[in-house]
């Protein structure tokens, strides 16, 4: 007498389930993907940018502790050009709102790209269920 016994592992691949990926299902896990890439290139350029912001509020803080009558070297493309100190705290204040435009400009890149994100993974999410991994692993 053998009694037949059956186990069901929970949480392991079954290659039997019912999942059944179309093409534009596909598409979509694709897109996500995509966008998940370029927040994280945004991730990293925000944060050289911020680096940047904070060096010229630095250098701004540096320059105003010096003499009145002292040229500074002011980088404008690939030259530098010496200026008195008010001329340069004034470069650099218009260098300063520059780059927080451009961190903005990131930042708002940056959230669009994880709304569409967000939209794409309740989809995804509501099509494979606990099938599909789209968190990162951070």
């Known amino acids: 007498m ?9 949480g392991t691949f079954q ?36 680096n940047e912001l904070k060096n ?6 540096e320059i105003e502790l010096l003499d009145d ?4 070297p002011f980088l404008m493309g690939d030259v530098f050009l010496s200026h008195d100190q008010a ?4 470069l650099l204040a218009e260098a300063k709102e520059r780059k ?3 961190i903005n400009g990131i930042q708002q890149t940056s959230r669009d790209l ?8 309740g989809y995804l999410y509501g099509r494979f269920g606990s099938n599909i991994h789209l968190e990162n692993d951070e």
Not at 2 to 10: F, G, I, L, P, Q
Not at 22 to 48: C, G, H, P, S, W
Not at 114 to 121: A, E, F, H, P, T
Request: net charge negative.
């Open 15 to 50: 290659p039997d389930s019912d999942v059944h990926i179309t093409y534009e299902d596909q598409m979509k896990i694709n897109k996500f993907a995509n966008y998940n890439a370029k927040v994280e290139d945004l991730k990293e350029e925000l944060r050289i940018k911020q």
């Open 69 to 72: 009558d002292v040229r500074i």
């Open 56 to 61: 010229l509020e630095e250098a701004g803080d």
């Open 100 to 102: 927080k435009k451009e």
């Open 2 to 10: 053998s009694a037949k016994v059956e186990t069901k592992s929970k």
């Open 114 to 121: 994880q709304q569409k994100m967000s939209d794409l993974k």
């Open 87 to 90: 001329k340069t705290i004034e």
